[in-house]
Nanobody, 123 residues
Framework: QAQLVESGGGSVQAGGSLSLSCAASGRTFSSFIMGWFRQMPETEREFVSVIGSSGGYTRYADSVKGRFTVSRDNAKNTLYLQMNSLKPEDTGVYYC????????????????WGRGTQVTVSS
C-alpha cells in the first residue's frame, strides 16, 4: 500500500521559515499530482498548494501565495514545501496527499494522505 510521511515541522517565530518534506513509498510517485493541506482542531482541512507530476504546474491558496513554494524531486520520491515569512495564522497540522480526480483544492480529490506534521508560528 502507498505511504506518505511528512517531516520538518516545528516551532518558529513570526517572519521565520520552515521547510517541510513528504517522503513517498513505491516507484509510482512521479505519476501523481501532489498537494499540501493544513488543519487546526475543529476546523476544516484547507488547501495550501498543489504541484503537477513533473513539477511544471503549481497552484497556491491566496493566503500563502508569494510566501510558500512547492517543489518535488521525483528521483527521491519526495515532495517539499518551503514556507517563508511565516505568520501565526499559518499554524496547524500540515498534510501531504496524492491526487486522484476532481478539483485540486478539495480534500475529496485526494486518495492517499500522510499523518501530518505540526507547524507552530508564534508572534
Amino acid at each position: 500500500q502507498a505511504q506518505l510521511v511528512e517531516s520538518g515541522g516545528g516551532s518558529v517565530q513570526a517572519g521565520g521559515s520552515l521547510s517541510l518534506s513528504c517522503a513517498a513509498s513505491g516507484r509510482t510517485f512521479s505519476s501523481f499530482i501532489m498537494g499540501w493541506f493544513r488543519q487546526m482542531p475543529e476546523t476544516e482541512r484547507e488547501f495550501v498548494s498543489v504541484i503537477g507530476s513533473s513539477g511544471g504546474y503549481t497552484r497556491y491558496a491566496d493566503s500563502v501565495k508569494g510566501r510558500f513554494t512547492v517543489s518535488r524531486d521525483n528521483a527521491k520520491n519526495t515532495l517539499y514545501l518551503q514556507m517563508n515569512s511565516l505568520k501565526p495564522e499559518d499554524t496547524g497540522v500540515y498534510y501531504c496527499a496524492a491526487y486522484r480526480s476532481g478539483s485540486y483544492d478539495s480534500t475529496t480529490s485526494y486518495v492517499y494522505w500522510g499523518r501530518g506534521t505540526q507547524v507552530t508560528v508564534s508572534s
